[in-house]
């Protein structure tokens, strides 16, 4: 078998807060088969739970329900990782991340941001902490590679640690989003990319399966 990797993604703007759209490409080997086999492929898609919500309200902090998961939608089992970042970094500044919809982490990429201080808004706790910070000291299924990290090639991604079985989803990376504005709000780009890779690999004729998730990534990559 050979190795395969899948891509998709979609970019939000958050000002208006509607889908942008969707990209999907497939990059990597094709199989040949008779037409009793079914070709082995993976396949996943983003899945979000987005509402369309008014547009931005200055000097408040605005919240959005931002619900962003990982189906897989192909014949094989597979691991996952996601992109998601605001690339204005004045932006991320301002944003925060929430994997419960009630603790709100800064979605600065900076797992340094360790020391936590906590605000409550209607209900809402807002945490100075980065959001990959908190992911990363939690033992949750997702975790994220930072960009000082030691294994260079998995860099700056978050991982699903758990094979995504066919025709399962990963458990949402985080589900909503709060952006602060100031006098005059401005569109704030939040990008969300996934990409895919078997859980098995060929070696010697024999097919045989990653140990976990960076064993995976590494080898694909390497």
Request: proline share 3%; net charge negative; aromatic share 12%.
């Amino acid at each position: 078998m050979k190795k395969r990797k899948v891509f998709t993604g979609s970019a939000v703007l958050l000002a208006v807060l509607a889908a942008a759209g969707g990209i999907m490409a497939y990059l990597g080997a094709s199989d040949d088969a008779e037409n009793t086999v079914e070709v082995a492929h993976d396949k996943i898609a983003v899945t979000e739970n987005f509402p369309k919500p008014s547009d931005l309200e200055s000097n408040a902090n605005n919240y959005y329900t931002k619900e962003v998961g990982i189906a897989n939608t192909g014949n094989v089992d597979c691991y996952v990782r996601v992109y998601a970042d605001l690339p204005d970094s004045a932006a991320a500044a301002e944003s925060f991340y929430s994997a419960d919809g009630v603790n709100y982490y800064s979605a600065v990429r900076d797992a340094g941001l360790s020391a936590d201080t906590s605000s409550e808004d209607n209900g809402k706790i807002i945490h100075t902490q980065s959001f990959v910070n908190m992911l990363n000291s939690q033992d949750g299924d997702w975790i994220f590679v930072p960009d000082d990290d030691s294994s260079e090639k998995l860099r700056g991604y978050y991982y699903y640690k758990k094979p995504v079985k066919v025709g399962e989803k990963t458990a949402d990376l985080f589900k909503s989003v709060m952006i602060h504005t100031g006098d005059a709000p401005e569109a704030a780009d939040l990008t969300v990319y996934a990409e895919s890779v078997d859980c098995v690999y060929e070696e010697n004729g024999q097919e045989k399966t990653y140990a976990d998730y960076a064993t995976a990534w590494n080898g694909f990559l390497s």
